[in-house]
């Protein structure tokens, strides 16, 4: 005869740490393949004249639909990553209470990410 052996076993409770590692990927790989070359026209052709686009070429860029994409996938990507990183850093060093952590550094990256919706349609088409 064999035993039958009932285990209960509680769901485990999910969690949305998901929806932040996914713009987090994703802006670390996109300032991975664009950052060095926005470092080089920022920081080396702007100054020094060579390289930049005029001002009527950068709002023609942002008029664009596809320049507002770019444009938004860039800073909102970056700013989720690096909530992302400084957040985990916080947490390492126990600064304060996780709720807050989390806050206080996704809230930022979502009010620039939501900022920067609005100037670009601000900007127009």
């Known amino acids: 005869m064999s035993q039958t ?14 929806l932040f590692w996914l713009p987090f990927g994703a802006g670390g790989m996109l300032f991975a393949l664009f950052g060095p070359g926005l470092v080089l026209a ?3 052709l ?4 060579m390289g930049l686009p005029s001002y009527h070429q950068a709002l023609a860029f942002a008029h664009n639909p596809i320049g507002k994409l770019i444009v938004l996938a860039v800073i909102a990507l970056a700013f989720w990553h690096g909530a992302e990183r400084i ?5 390492d060093m126990k600064v304060g209470a996780l709720p ?3 806050w206080g550094t996704y809230g930022v990256a979502a009010v620039v990410t939501l900022a920067t ?3 670009l349609l601000v900007v127009g088409f």
């Open 5 to 18: 052996v009932q285990t209960t076993h509680k769901p485990e409770k999910r969690s949305i740490s998901p």
């Open 42 to 44: 920022t920081g080396i």
């Open 46 to 49: 702007g100054p020094t004249g």
């Open 87 to 91: 957040y985990l850093t916080l947490k």
């Open 100 to 102: 807050d952590l989390k």
């Open 117 to 119: 919706v609005i100037l």
